[in-house]
């Protein structure tokens, strides 16, 4: 009984936790993430210019697979020590060193460690759309990114959006989620296709 009644003192506390305090809680119990995603790219005008769809998942620490599914395939993988990017199209891939691929991208926030202050400014943001939204601001300049906005649900990830220098929103909705699955060791091994180029390695 006693029990029961501290579980229903904490649920105000944390259905009112702000998103500094959700983004915090996420690091201390999310180690892995499997999703679908929805991505919309705006200009500064507010038009769309880009909409793609895929599943992510996700194993800190460094560990993440994008894979674009439409209209274009593409696949982003962080092994731990190298991030490689795979364009079947092309048959090209991109690859560069963890440290320089993430620095202080939307992907050190997710896929990094839980000292996120070390590279980022947060600060709690009000949207009223029932999620809780972080402003992540990042301390290098050469991030590419002005702001990235975290919004949370029970300490689930629900949204992304990044701002860049250029105007440009990057909005990432998440579904199907499932926290802490049992994930694969193969799905963040990367093996360079049969003639593929090899760019930056």
């Not at 620490?61 to 092994?79: A, H």
Request: charge should be neutral.
């Amino acid at each position: 009984m006693k029990r029961l009644l501290m579980l229903l003192l904490l649920l105000p506390a944390l259905a009112q936790a702000g998103g500094t305090e959700q983004l915090k809680t996420f690091f201390r119990s999310t180690s892995a993430m499997k999703a679908q995603f929805l991505q919309v790219v705006t200009d500064s005008q507010g038009r769309k210019v880009q909409q793609v769809d895929g599943s992510m998942q996700l194993q800190r620490p460094g560990k993440f697979r994008w894979d674009y599914n439409k209209p274009f395939v593409q696949q982003i993988i962080g092994d731990g020590k190298r991030v490689w990017l795979y364009d079947p199209e092309l048959n090209q891939v991109t690859v560069r060193d963890m440290g320089q691929a993430l620095g202080s991208s939307p992907a050190a926030l997710l896929a990094g460690s839980k000292e996120i202050e070390n590279s980022f400014v947060l600060k709690d943001e009000k949207r009223g759309d029932g999620l809780e939204w972080v402003s992540a601001t990042p301390k290098q300049q050469e991030s590419g990114f002005e702001r990235v906005l975290l919004g949370f649900a029970q300490g689930q990830l629900r949204e992304v959006e990044m701002h860049d220098s250029f105007g440009h929103l990057t909005r990432i909705q998440f579904s199907s989620i499932e926290v802490n699955p049992g994930l694969s060791a193969q799905s963040f091994r990367f093996v360079v296709p049969s003639g593929a180029d090899v760019v930056g390695e």
